[in-house]
């Protein structure tokens, strides 16, 4: 008896632990990762934290009128090992941001992930080159 409930606890926990773990992660499935787009703003807050840093912005579209976009990045170790840090992008930064869109046409795009990340210019300085993207 006591080692039928010992291999339930234990069959448990690793149900429990492996549910999490792919519940927490969305991917990039509402993206379009074929179409990369370029945006010009300005930036109007960072968020750097877990799961995701995000770079919301500004950005002036086609008929003069102000969008405001958010970026979904990586996490914050991925971004350190890139070259970020939580004051690489500020408000009123001045940004021109690589882009994959939303695939439902919302203003939101996701500019890196665990294994790319597109170009990232801040202020006439390009942030965290990467060797590969998508």
């Known amino acids: 008896m006591r080692r039928m409930t010992l291999s339930i606890l234990i069959l448990t926990a ?4 492996f549910s ?11 993206y379009d990762m074929k179409r990369t787009i370029v945006l010009t703003g300005t930036v109007a807050a960072f968020d750097w934290g877990n799961p995701h ?22 996490s914050i170790f991925a971004m350190s ?5 939580k004051d690489t992008v500020k408000r009123g930064d001045q940004v021109v941001a690589e882009t994959h869109p939303a695939q439902n ?24 080159k990467e060797s590969s993207s998508r």
């Open 105 to 128: 046409g919302i203003p939101l795009g996701i500019s890196s992930g665990p294994d790319f990340g597109l170009k990232f210019v801040v202020n006439g300085k390009e942030i965290g």
């Open 20 to 30: 999490n773990g792919t519940s927490a992660h969305h991917g990039v499935a509402h």
């Open 14 to 17: 690793g149900i429990s632990l």
């Open 53 to 74: 840093c995000l770079v919301h912005m500004d950005v002036m579209d086609d008929n003069g009128h102000f969008q405001h976009w958010t970026l979904e990045m990586s």
């Open 81 to 85: 090992k890139r070259g970020w840090s």
